[in-house]
């Protein structure tokens, strides 16, 4: 099956300003960084007893999220994505591109009472193109499609001579080898993880500049397919955008947050120019993933305001008789920068209305029926946010 990250990617690259298409990934890769923790607390738990998920139910939540189809790419670990892809193939049938993190450097070693993450990112590798592609070592060259080949490679800057020329000369060894054995990759470019590496006020440029700089000695057979980076703003992300149009840039979600947070920062950023989001702990500590999902796909379509999505996932949420972890009023509140264009916006809260919505919600032109077309630019606030209850309602039961 074709999958949708190659279908937008081709829309994207044949009108880069002009295409709307908007790429999501689901970053299932944790247990590369957190251990234990990785799949995130269990609803089981008791209080004052932090009881994780295990990595039976972590899988088993991609396996999900792959059946429902509203992400672009599923990012995993090498040993995940052996069994869900070359074992289970889960994704033969499935528009879903699988992809593995390919490097894990030490800024993302992060065990209990780890220390190393502090110190300059120095890289490593755990995984082979080869284990990712059909694992095992040396594959045949009919073998290397039934595993994953596409993979995410991470670089961290810190402006050291010493440091960031070995990242810089591991990053082309990997170069080297991924276009040898056709693995594509995207860069995730991490802000510096050293204090006063660059000035706060300066990081923005400093990242711009060197994954410009990076690139620049880099023929397209060898060019990452996409960037992953922090949201650093408006400003930023436009500037970007506007130096080569044909670099699709991505932001990565960071910290869990608010619902607000990720769906206004998943907003802002589409609005500036970039083209893809990965979204990791904010997907995974959400109440419902795939309700989670689900909005984070209908804002970037644009059917639903950010507001009107944190208000309409909480009443998914009530009719799913899950409790959220936040009232509707804290959720509303925006805890980042995103709307900032010096990246140091104020922390805001957007009202709730004074009669909050709910699915029961009824209104002059009922929602249009699940086999039916919306126009929803015909629709007010409270007809879209009625059909996007009545549709989640069927979709998860």
Known sequence: MQKSLDQKLAAIHADPNGCREFILADAKDADMAFGIGAPGLSPERHDGELKYKTLAEYRDQIRQIIRQGAVDIVLMST?????????????????????????????????????????????????????????????????????????????????????????????????????????RHFLEVFNPNLPNAVSPD??????????????????????????????????????????????????????????????????????????????????NNAENQL???????????????????????????????????RSLEEDMTLQTNVMSYASRGKTISIPTPNKPQDSTVKTANQPPSSNSTPDFSKMSSDERLAYHHERLKRSLG
């Open 79 to 183: 040993s995940t994505s052996e069994q869900l892809t070359i074992r289970e193939k889960m994704f033969e049938n499935s528009h879903v591109t699988p992809a593995t993190r390919a490097n894990d450097a030490t800024d993302v070693h992060i065990p209990r009472g780890g220390k190393v993450h502090l110190e300059a990112a120095r890289p490593f590798r755990t995984a082979s193109i080869d284990h990712m592609q059909c694992g095992h070592l040396d594959c045949d060259d009919d073998e290397r499609s039934i595993g994953s080949s596409l993979g995410l490679y991470s670089v961290t800057f810190n402006n050291q001579l010493e440091t960031d020329l070995e990242t810089l000369n591991t990053y082309n060894e990997f170069r080297a080898e991924a276009e040898r054995k056709g693995f």
């Open 202 to 283: 300066q990081t923005p440029q400093f990242i711009n500049d060197v994954i410009a700089r990076t690139l620049a000695g880099v023929a397209s057979a060898g060019r990452p397919t996409f960037l992953k980076i922090v949201y650093q703003g408006p400003q930023a992300m436009e500037e970007l955008v506007r130096f080569d149009p044909h670099l699709v840039v991505g932001i990565l979600g960071g910290s869990a947050g608010t619902t607000y947070d990720a769906f206004k920062m998943l907003a802002e950023a589409q609005k500036h120019g970039a083209k893809v989001a990965l979204y990791g702990r904010k997907i």
């Open 291 to 325: 309700a989670f999902i689900e909005f984070l796909r209908h804002i970037v379509d644009g059917t639903i305001s950010p507001e009107e999505a944190v208000r309409a996932y909480h009443a998914v949420l009530a009719k799913l008789n899950v409790k959220p972890h």
